[in-house]
């Protein structure tokens, strides 16, 4: 099973999400530390990212969903993810 903690930034999806996966024992994944580096910078700047920034970060963890899913192991990701098109993404769908 893969869970994906999502919400705002700031809203604790990582403290939580990194707690329940040591606590079930299964591997954790900090969502931000799948974008690029140009989506870094602009985020670092306040430039807001566009739906064009989102989708390779988007692909990269439906990458790790897909991944798990597939060897049946277990994992915990955070996301944003506030868009349902981006959660659908996340999924395969």
Same mark, same amino acid.
């Given at each position: 099973?893969?869970?994906?903690?999502?919400? #705002?930034?700031?809203?604790?999806?990582?403290? #939580?999400?990194?707690?329940?996966?040591?606590?079930?024992?299964?591997?954790?994944?900090?969502?931000?530390?799948?974008?690029?580096?140009?989506?870094?910078?602009?985020?670092?700047?306040?430039?807001? =990212?566009?739906?064009?920034?989102?989708?390779?970060? =988007?692909?990269?963890?439906?990458? #790790?969903?897909?991944?798990?899913?597939?060897?049946?192991?277990?994992?915990?990701?955070?996301?944003?993810? =506030?868009?349902?098109?981006?959660?659908?993404? =996340?999924?395969?769908?």
């Amino acid at each position: 099973t893969v869970w994906i903690f999502m919400g #705002v930034c700031g809203c604790g999806k990582s403290t #939580v999400g990194s707690a329940f996966a040591e606590t079930i024992g299964c591997k954790f994944f900090e969502g931000d530390e799948f974008h690029s580096k140009e989506n870094i910078d602009k985020m670092q700047n306040g430039v807001p =990212l566009t739906d064009e920034d989102r989708w390779p970060w =988007l692909d990269s963890i439906a990458e #790790v969903v897909a991944d798990h899913s597939t060897r049946m192991e277990s994992a915990v990701i955070t996301c944003s993810a =506030l868009k349902r098109i981006y959660r659908e993404r =996340l999924v395969g769908g």
